[in-house]
């Protein structure tokens, strides 16, 4: 196959499978997932001799260092907002949410959300994407010795925050 050919290969199989794995990192900025999701295949197109046999955790990797740059341009504009001071606090616009909105599981995230974005991402990359630790290895540009001591150390420090919960008595486990 022509590079041409793989990349639209790896694009038509992988579409979903990287818009999935950007929109859960930009949780609840959807507007960003369909610009940050033609970033991953622009760079994915730039680069189609570079793609791998298994593209997936290979695009996966670029959509990571595209999320990192759309994440700091959100910061960008967010700093540029509150500094002209047209924040959502300033026009009233805020809401409440009452402890009846909690949904089921969310003690799970509030945990996960405690731990440190390497820790979530290599997390997330196993459970969310189903890599094995040789493809979380590709994504993160690490070793799969290297990659397995961060699940498992991530998975650890996972676990402690649960049990620290627990015994706060505000986990729903």
């Known amino acids: 196959m022509s590079n041409d050919e793989d990349f639209a290969a790896a694009y038509r199989e992988h579409y979903w499978a990287v818009s999935r794995y950007v929109a859960r990192r930009l949780d609840g900025r959807n507007g960003e997932v369909e610009e940050v999701v033609a970033e991953v295949f622009t760079v994915a197109w730039r680069r189609?001799?570079?793609?791998?046999a298994v593209p997936l955790p290979w695009l996966y990797g670029v959509a990571r260092n595209c999320l990192a740059n759309a994440v700091r341009g959100y910061g960008r504009r967010r700093r540029l907002v509150d500094r002209l001071g047209n924040d959502e606090a300033a026009h009233g616009r805020q809401v409440e949410v009452g402890p009846e909105?909690?949904?089921?599981?969310?003690?799970v995230h509030e945990a996960l959300a405690r731990l440190s974005?390497?820790?979530?991402?290599?997390?997330r990359l196993t459970a969310w994407e189903e890599?094995?630790?040789?493809?979380v290895a590709v994504v993160?540009?690490?070793?799969?010795r290297?990659?397995?001591m961060r699940l498992h150390r991530a998975r650890?420090?996972?676990?402690?925050?649960?049990?620290?919960?627990a015994v706060l008595?505000?986990?729903?486990?």
């Open 156 to 165: 650890r420090r996972l676990r402690a925050e649960i049990d620290r919960r």
């Open 48 to 52: 189609r001799a570079d793609l791998p």
């Open 101 to 107: 909105a909690a949904a089921p599981g969310d003690w």
């Open 140 to 144: 993160l540009g690490c070793g799969a």
């Open 169 to 173: 008595g505000g986990a729903g486990c």
């Open 131 to 135: 890599l094995g630790v040789d493809e």
């Open 146 to 148: 290297a990659a397995a």
């Open 117 to 123: 974005p390497a820790d979530q991402e290599v997390l």
